[in-house]
């Protein structure tokens, strides 16, 4: 079995607590959690990381849920601030019911015209 089949575990753990926001991979996807721990390490430098729960990369599907600890954060300047993080570090994310990609992703998609 090879390190990249889609539900090989490519590490040990499945869920950490960064900055006290619990992270989690569905399959243990080692790029989703360096997604996820850089988007937490983002939010905590900028005292952030309060606002939010959980997130969870759903590997199957491959889109990252993020959990606000209240939902009225969404539509706050705090709430842009922890979605502008998220396009920075997170490739496929959900955000208050709609999907969004990151500004890597997007750039990606636009060169590829996809």
């Known amino acids: ?12 753990v499945d869920t950490i ?9 569905r399959y243990a996807k080692a790029t989703e959690l360096s997604q996820m721990l850089m988007f937490t390490h983002m939010l905590a430098t900028s005292d952030l990381h309060t606002y939010v ?3 969870f990369y759903d590997s199957k599907a491959c889109i990252c849920t993020i959990e606000l600890k209240d ?3 969404f539509d706050s300047d705090a709430g842009d601030l922890i979605k ?7 490739n496929q994310f959900q955000w208050n019911g709609s999907i969004y990609h990151s500004h890597a992703l ?3 998609m636009k060169e590829h015209q996809v």
């Open 53 to 55: 729960k959980s997130v």
């Open 1 to 12: 079995m090879s390190y990249f089949d889609e539900k090989a575990r490519q590490t040990d």
């Open 84 to 90: 502008a993080c998220a396009e920075d570090t997170i």
């Open 106 to 108: 997007r750039e990606w």
């Open 71 to 73: 939902d009225s954060v």
């Open 17 to 25: 607590i960064a900055f006290g926001v619990k992270i989690e991979s």
